[in-house]
């Protein structure tokens, strides 16, 4: 997908990245890092393709589940979802 992303293919990622984020879902839970991760990348390539509001939804569902699974320990990947926010 970030191949993809890098070319400007963004619905093509946009694509791939949806259907990984169901899959890591299904299989590792919502607030899995490896979903989390996901819906970050998923961030980044709205961000890329010009839509900051599908951005900024998606990367605060990502902060929001590793807040939930952190259970008050630290989350790499809630640090990349703020940072994928901010930019």
Known sequence: AAALAGVRRYDDAER??????????????????QTVAALVALAGVYREAGKP??????????VARAEAAAEGRPAVPLAR????LSD
């Not at 791939?16 to 890092?33: I, N």
């Not at 509001?53 to 990502?62: D, I, L, S």
């Open 16 to 33: 791939e990245l949806t259907a990984l984020v169901a899959d890591r879902e299904q299989q590792d839970g919502a607030g899995s890092p």
């Open 53 to 62: 509001e599908k951005a900024e939804a998606v990367a605060r569902t990502a």
């Open 81 to 84: 979802a703020a940072a994928a």
